[in-house]
Structure formats: C-alpha cells, structure tokens
C-alpha cells in the first residue's frame, strides 16, 4: 500500500499507514493530546502469536489443515509484516512528533518501541496522569 503523508498543523508530518493504530493516533494528535501512552503494544513479540479463534474469524486465520488453536503460518506472516508497518509507523510518529510537543511513551515492558521510546511502567504512568489531571484542575 502507498503509504501518503498528512499535514498536521502545517509545522510536521505524520504518516498515514492505513490502520486503525495510525488512524487512532491521528484522532489523538486532532483532538489535541500531547502525551501519548502505549500499553499493551508488544507488537507481536509475546510468547504466542495472537489470533481469534473464533469460528467468525477461523477462516481467516486458519489454512484447511490448521487445527483449532494454532494460527496459519499465512496468517502468521501477514501479522508479522503489520507489526514491522507499526513499528516503522510509531518512529516516524515519534520523530516527527518530537518538534511540535508530542510525546509518545511505552507502558509495555517487552515492547520493541523500547528501542527508541521512554519506557514508563503503567503503574508510574497512571500515577503520573492523575497528578497531572489534578494540577491542571487547581
């Protein structure tokens, strides 16, 4: 897919990924966040590929021969090349975010993001969130 660039605010570019990560991220920065934590994003890297194994979705996760439970190794790949696609997405994000006062932090403690992003623990990130919350109030 063409990956397109978006003007935000005429000072920096955001890539528009076509996916509903960049497209949440996107609505954020429109509604004005300026802090951005990320919890849960591992991008793949937990023990075991994640996949619904829902009858609903089995078709799409699984080849004929794939029993219940396990995900298809197209399925897999596919996965694999969307978490690469996030992963590029959340640099460029954060480079691009930098300038303008955006600040992106991971909240996953095995998360590939680590590698170019502060890592908070949820716990201190919460904590830090709602002292914020009650400065801005006072």
């Known amino acids: 897919r063409r990956q397109r660039q978006m003007c935000i605010r005429d000072r920096a570019k955001f890539i528009w990924a076509n996916n509903t990560v960049a497209t949440a991220m996107h609505m954020l920065i429109w509604m004005g966040f300026k802090r951005i934590h990320l919890i849960g994003s591992d991008l793949g890297f937990s023990e075991k590929p994640y996949f619904s194994d829902s009858t609903e979705y089995r078709p799409f996760n699984h080849d004929e021969d794939s029993p219940a439970g396990e995900i298809s190794k197209?399925?897999?790949?596919?996965?694999?090349?969307?978490?690469?696609?996030?992963?590029?997405f959340f640099h460029s994000f954060a480079k691009y975010g930098a300038p303008i006062g955006v600040e992106l932090i991971s909240c996953t403690k095995t998360s590939p993001l680590n590698a170019f992003l502060k890592y908070v623990d949820p716990s201190i990130a919460l904590r830090q969130s709602i002292e914020r919350a009650e400065n801005f109030e006072s």
């Open 74 to 88: 197209a399925q897999e790949d596919k996965n694999k090349r969307l978490y690469m696609q996030q992963l590029s």
